[in-house]
């Protein structure tokens, strides 16, 4: 994948030496007839992020069935995009087909386990066919229900050998033992859910069944825990049935389990946030550092109105708006003034890489361009993609703001020891908001533009789309949902074309992107209410 690798780069807990082992043969043969070449990591001197687990995580052999982004995808294949590769191998051994057991039985476990060393992670998601027969002639793969010690003696009809079944939980357990004993982290999922509702329309979970026996797993063993099936069925039941029918191939209407690419990257960005999450918790775990780069403030020339005499067009916000060429990612406010009669008006473009409407604020950005702000001009502010970050985590590099638009605070700890007293989102856009039409400017707020891999399914960057139009309702600015904008001209052109517009794996484009996206800001600002700029649009 071209650019860099994205939204995390890596700091690990434990300091890992480099380990070279001696290894079984990598080509392991599935129960249910295909032989798999499974991936080794690329660099045993780096530490790695292992996957065990069915088809949910990796499927078939990883290519999609030759049908492209339609076909059928796990989530491990999206998940490497969210980690630098010259950091961390992520090492997906998933295997489709296979349950708790016949990973264990088949040697594909034997043969994984030669890889893992001190300081690596393993996630582990099975479920799916660990409810199938425990003895037949075609997989022969279940296992005793629950989380117990029942055993069951069986002469395999499969592989006419004798054996002993565990439970469900007796495999988990297993597996967590081993990883502990190479001094590696275990991590236990709950299986993502199935395109099935129940009689109320909600997404079915397995809470009392394999996502609830996963989890007393994580809890007995003392290990990280994923709740995939709940936080993912939540989000199901956010998007809607027809948002959540294109999450899965639609070639196969009655395919349940399996997702297309879309439906895997969701399911990716979910693990990404269960990991950082246990970070936070205190687990040790890998600790996801924020990617996104914060511009040197002393090398960024701060621009001015070219003539005075002229109104102004001022844009504030992040390296989504201005990124300088840096690593090839420019920003649609650089593109942005071709579609502006620059004799009638200027177009001033004060955004920052690395800001959030919080550190705009607090670094004193704010107050030079106030400084030049004038009755009759226009503010163009766009913020968020660095509003995420969770308050206190030093890898969010004190610029996450409290989420909503209330007047609560939290308390946050500079580099240097100093306290911050971070605002809400929606407090920082509505200082903006009456500091710019207090000296009788235009106020626009937009949504962000939507990151790489959230554009295909539901809408990204919701929560900020509504506070910002709240706090514009409320302040007397005019909101344009830049976001679905720039979505809906994704969908239009696809996949492949979108992929190219983007200089690295998820947020910032190329300038090709930033020219597509500039003309979506340009359909945005033209259906504003009263359409205010239509006297400076180039005709």
């Known amino acids: 994948m071209p650019g860099r690798r994205l939204a995390a780069l890596l700091l690990w807990c434990c300091a890992t030496a480099a380990i070279v082992q001696a290894v079984p043969a990598a080509v392991n043969t599935d129960p249910a007839r295909a032989q798999i070449v499974l991936p080794e990591p690329a660099n045993p001197s780096l530490p790695s992020l292992i996957l065990i687990g069915d088809s949910t995580v990796r499927n078939g052999r990883d290519d999609g069935q030759g049908l492209g982004a339609a076909g059928q995808w796990g989530w491990g294949n999206p998940l490497a995009a969210h980690f630098d590769a010259a950091k961390v191998n992520v090492v997906n051994r998933a295997i489709g087909g296979l349950s708790s057991r016949t990973y ?37 793969r279940g296992t005793i229900k629950g989380v117990g010690d029942e055993r069951e003696e069986i002469d395999n009809l499969l592989t006419g050998k004798r054996e002993t079944v565990h439970s469900y939980g007796w495999y988990l357990r297993h597996y967590v033992a081993a990883i502990k004993a190479r001094g590696a982290i275990a991590v236990i999922c709950s299986p993502v859910p199935r395109k099935t509702w129940d009689a109320s329309g909600k ?27 709940e936080q993912l069925a939540g989000q199901y039941d956010a998007l809607g049935r027809d948002a959540v029918m294109r999450l899965f191939p639609q070639t196969t209407p009655d395919e349940y389990t399996h997702t297309n690419l879309a439906g895997a990257e969701l399911n990716a960005r979910a693990v990404v946030a269960g990991l950082k999450t246990l970070r936070a918790a205190g687990l040790a775990i890998p600790a996801a550092e924020d990617e996104r780069p914060v511009a040197d403030a002393s090398r960024t020339d701060a621009d001015k109105p070219r003539d005075p005499a002229l109104p102004t067009l001022f844009l504030v916000g992040d390296s989504t708006v201005k990124s300088g060429g840096v690593n090839g990612a420019v920003g649609w406010g650089e593109r942005l003034a071709p579609y502006f009669d620059t004799t009638k008006i200027n177009v001033v473009n004060h955004a920052i890489g690395g800001r959030s409407s919080r550190t705009f604020f607090t670094e004193g950005r704010w107050d030079e361009v106030l400084a030049q702000v004038r009755r009759g001009d226009f503010v163009v502010i766009q913020f968020g993609h660095n509003d995420v970050g969770r308050i206190g985590d030093p890898a969010a590099k ?42 009788g400017a235009t106020v626009i707020l937009l949504s962000p533009v939507p990151h790489r891999d959230a554009w295909r399914p539901g809408r990204d960057f919701a929560n900020y789309a509504q506070w910002d139009e709240e706090v514009a309702r409320k302040g007397g600015a005019l909101f344009g949902d830049l976001t679905m904008t720039v979505t809906h001209a994704y969908r239009d052109v696809g996949g492949l074309i979108v992929d190219s517009f983007f200089a690295d794996a998820r947020t910032h484009t190329n300038d090709a992107g930033a020219r597509f996206n500039a003309l979506r800001v340009v359909e945005t600002l033209k259906v504003l209410p009263g359409n205010p700029l239509s006297a400076y649009f180039k005709k």
Do not use: C
């Open 203 to 229: 997404i079915v979970r397995n809470r009392d069944s394999y996502a609830g026996w996963a989890e007393q797993v994580a809890r007995q063993q003392q290990v990280g825990f994923i709740d995939l099936n």
């Open 398 to 439: 004190n610029r996450g703001s409290v989420p909503g638009t209330g007047d609560e605070t939290v308390e946050d700890t500079r580099p240097d020891g100093s306290k911050e007293l971070v605002h809400s989102f929606g407090w920082y856009m509505a200082r903006y908001v009456a500091d710019a039409r207090a000296r």
């Open 104 to 140: 264990l039985t088949g040697g594909h476990w034997e043969r994984t386990l030669a890889y893992i060393k001190a300081g690596d992670v393993v996630l582990i998601q099975f479920g799916h066919n660990d409810s199938s027969a425990i003895n037949d002639n075609s997989r022969a």
